[in-house]
């Protein structure tokens, strides 16, 4: 298997770039591309509810900007920034004096830049090469460590390479500053070099690797300490459910705009994802970190942890692709018909 430190530029832009108009169809108005928080909003009568969707999104950005705790006119940094949504609610609630967003799709950026916010400049940059005018008071990554290590790399070296980004933004940040950190990662008895990595690294984000709660707290000890963690696939569960069923209600719109095999793609990682969620396969992490004074020299672990893995049955993409090609099967038949499947 080919080991790689990250998605590349094509690689991100594999799944984003392929139009906005496209993910207009199933997101809600902000384009917010992530899990929501769904903390007070109990009804769930209309899983494709966009008023419900979005202030779900709004509860999960603002729960970001909060945990930020920015000083009156502080410096934000969002990587990941997507097509802006927590910029633009930044702008709008005036968390933040002046802010920069990061992303390597193209078709973001523009988005972004079409908004016109006040005090915010968008860059198509990798974090990698991000080199600041000034220190941050707070750093905000939605979703986007995912895409910091690759598939095929041992633990050790996923810790390496999540290391070298804690050591960016603790570069980054003034003192006393805060990263809040939105990711999904591995919680069940499975690796990443199982179907479930493969099902991510080749048909949802290439290049790309979940990360583990152990790996995480490795990487980012030397750097930061973890003031807040929650653990809340549920807010995926729904979340993937709202997408879901707003992009099948726009099924014909949607095979206009993309084709139907870019359609069936996405039906299907939708699904399956919400599928993972459910067994408990993979979870959702929130986390606020508050960066250290200096770095701490630790002794040397040893990261090499043996994989935990379970037998796996054969890969369902067949099975799960003709029903949903037969009109869509929701969750309760997909899992009815996978009960004992890991994708």
């Known amino acids: 298997m080919t080991t790689t430190t990250g998605a590349s530029a094509e690689d991100i832009e594999f799944h984003y770039d392929v139009g906005n108009d496209f993910y207009s169809l199933w997101l809600d108005d902000t ?4 899990a929501a928080a769904w903390d007070g909003i109990t009804s769930d009568t209309d899983p494709g509810d966009v008023a419900a969707l979005a202030r779900a999104q709004r509860n999960k950005l603002r729960r970001h900007l ?4 920015l000083p009156r006119g502080g410096r934000l940094l969002d990587i990941g920034c997507g097509w802006g949504g927590l910029l633009a609610l930044a702008a709008e609630e005036d968390h933040a004096g002046e802010m920069t967003g990061l992303t390597l799709s193209r078709a973001q950026l523009a988005h972004v830049n079409s908004l ?18 000034s220190v941050y008071d707070a750093i905000v990554s939605v979703e986007a460590f995912e895409a910091f290590a690759g598939p095929g790399l041992t633990p050790g070296q996923r810790v390496e390479a999540y290391s070298g980004f804690f050591a960016a933004c603790h570069s980054w940040l003034a003192p006393g500053g805060t990263l809040s950190l939105q990711t999904i990662a591995f919680d069940g008895g499975i690796d990443a070099d199982g179907p479930v990595g493969a099902f991510f690294a080749g048909d949802v984000f290439p290049a790309s690797a979940l ?6 707290a490795a990487a980012c000890d030397a750097f930061f300490s973890l003031t807040a963690l929650t653990s809340a696939p549920q807010d995926y569960v729904r979340t993937l459910r709202a997408w879901s069923t707003r992009l099948l209600a726009a099924r014909e719109q949607a095979e206009k705009a993309v084709g139907p095999e870019t359609y069936q793609r996405y039906r299907l990682y939708l699904k399956t994802c ?5 067994r408990g396969e993979v979870t959702l992490y ?4 508050r960066r250290r004074p200096q770095r701490l020299h630790l002794p040397a672990r040893n990261t090499n942890w043996p994989q935990v893995t379970q037998p796996l049955p054969s890969h369902p993409s067949r099975e799960l692709r003709g029903a949903l090609r037969r009109g869509g099967a929701d969750v ?12």
């Open 332 to 343: 309760a038949q997909l899992k009815r018909t996978h009960e004992t499947v890991r994708v």
């Open 31 to 34: 384009l917010t591309y992530s």
């Open 116 to 133: 016109a916010l006040p005090q915010v400049q968008a860059r198509l940059e990798d974090w990698r090469f991000h080199t600041p005018d």
């Open 274 to 278: 919400e599928i993972l969620f459910r």
């Open 66 to 69: 909060d945990q930020a705790a």
């Open 286 to 289: 929130r986390m606020t970190m």
């Open 211 to 216: 990360p583990r709660l152990t790996e995480i």
